[in-house]
């Protein structure tokens, strides 16, 4: 469906009331406390007062003065947030609810306008089976606004995933430790070594978003399904007990493994389905990190 430019930009204002409400209600604090800034710099001096940590005494202006001084600190808070969106042909399912797309766009609107409301700058990296579009990390609102209505419209050249080439081009891309968070399915497995050598560097969340039925089949007989990424149909049989339990196992097997290649890399990763209350689930995650 393509939106003209009326529809964009009506829904682009939807996009960011409804994410400037998450973030200043829900997420005050927690995404400030969940991602550290990149340490402590000299604000100023001030007379000792008793309390104050005695190791940071200032002896070269207390000796000037006569009397004790102290030094004062405050956290190096810019951070640069990457967003790596995955824009394939299977962002587009959906049965309930939302698309995987919808959801993604959603999600990638609020961390936008959480980091900006942070003062942190935020880029994105829309990929497929290749990187379809680079947005530099940059601040301020316009710059976020041009994101969400990116991540609304983004209409991909190729339909296959290919994670591991995103990552690579975020990996030398991106010369400074950044916070990544990774939309996608993750139904790709080319990203096993990338997502080891990104995790050593950079502070990486994959937030794999699904369908219910990436999970269930329906009992509905006989029915054609076609791969959207690859184009190929195949009939299965879904009054089968045995094929809904084989395509359940699989899913479990799959998430399993994205689940340790994660861990393995010093990486988070969150799973949100397409009917969730996605809010909940990054809140739960925020507060636990912090």
Same mark, same amino acid.
């Given at each position: 469906?393509?939106?003209?430019?009326?529809?964009?930009?009506?829904?682009?204002?939807?996009?960011?009331?409804?994410?400037?409400?998450?973030?200043? &209600?829900?997420?005050?604090?927690?995404?400030?406390?969940?991602?550290?800034?990149?340490?402590?710099?000299?604000?100023?001096?001030?007379?000792?007062?008793?309390?104050?940590?005695?190791?940071?005494?200032?002896?070269?202006?207390?000796?000037?003065?006569?009397?004790?001084?102290?030094?004062?600190?405050?956290?190096?808070?810019?951070?640069?947030?990457?967003?790596?969106?995955?824009?394939?042909?299977?962002?587009?399912?959906?049965?309930?609810?939302?698309?995987?797309?919808?959801?993604?766009?959603?999600?990638?609107?609020?961390?936008?306008?959480?980091?900006?409301?942070?003062?942190?700058?935020?880029?994105?990296?829309?990929?497929?089976?290749?990187?379809?579009?680079?947005?530099?990390?940059?601040?301020?609102?316009? &710059?976020?606004?041009?994101?969400?209505?990116?991540?609304?419209?983004?209409?991909?050249?190729?339909?296959?995933?290919?994670?591991? /080439?995103?990552?690579?081009?975020?990996?030398?891309?991106?010369?400074?430790?950044?916070?990544?968070?990774?939309?996608?399915?993750?139904?790709?497995?080319?990203?096993?070594?990338?997502?080891?050598?990104?995790?050593?560097?950079?502070?990486?969340?994959?937030?794999?978003?699904?369908?219910?039925? /990436?999970?269930?089949?329906?009992?509905?007989?006989?029915?054609?399904?076609?791969?959207?990424?690859?184009?190929?149909?195949?009939?299965?049989?879904?009054?089968?007990?045995?094929?809904?339990?084989?395509?359940?196992?699989?899913?479990?097997? &799959?998430?399993?493994?994205?689940?340790?290649?994660?861990?393995?890399?010093?990486?988070?990763?969150?799973?949100?389905?397409?009917?969730?209350?996605?809010?909940?689930?990054?809140?739960?995650?925020?507060?636990?990190?912090?």
């Amino acid at each position: 469906m393509v939106l003209t430019t009326a529809e964009i930009l009506k829904k682009v204002k939807e996009l960011e009331i409804k994410s400037k409400k998450i973030t200043q &209600h829900l997420f005050t604090g927690e995404y400030h406390s969940a991602f550290k800034g990149r340490g402590m710099s000299f604000r100023e001096v001030r007379e000792y007062y008793p309390g104050d940590d005695i190791r940071f005494i200032d002896w070269n202006v207390s000796a000037r003065f006569s009397t004790p001084f102290t030094k004062l600190f405050e956290e190096e808070r810019e951070l640069t947030v990457m967003l790596l969106v995955d824009v394939s042909a299977s962002s587009l399912f959906g049965t309930v609810h939302a698309r995987k797309k919808d959801l993604v766009t959603e999600i990638g609107a609020v961390l936008t306008f959480s980091a900006i409301s942070n003062n942190d700058k935020v880029g994105v990296i829309f990929f497929s089976d290749k990187v379809e579009k680079y947005i530099p990390p940059k601040k301020g609102k316009q &710059h976020a606004l041009y994101i969400v209505r990116e991540l609304l419209t983004a209409e991909p050249k190729r339909k296959g995933t290919n994670l591991g /080439d995103a990552l690579r081009f975020f990996s030398n891309s991106t010369r400074q430790k950044s916070i990544s968070f990774i939309l996608s399915d993750f139904l790709d497995d080319s990203f096993t070594e990338s997502i080891k050598v990104a995790g050593k560097k950079h502070d990486i969340i994959g937030i794999k978003v699904y369908d219910k039925m /990436d999970v269930q089949l329906p009992d509905a007989g006989l029915l054609q399904v076609m791969d959207a990424e690859t184009g190929s149909n195949t009939w299965i049989d879904s009054s089968d007990y045995w094929v809904r339990q084989q395509y359940e196992k699989r899913f479990f097997e &799959h998430t399993e493994w994205c689940k340790n290649l994660f861990l393995k890399s010093g990486s988070d990763l969150l799973h949100v389905r397409t009917d969730d209350d996605y809010v909940k689930i990054l809140q739960k995650f925020f507060i636990a990190r912090s």
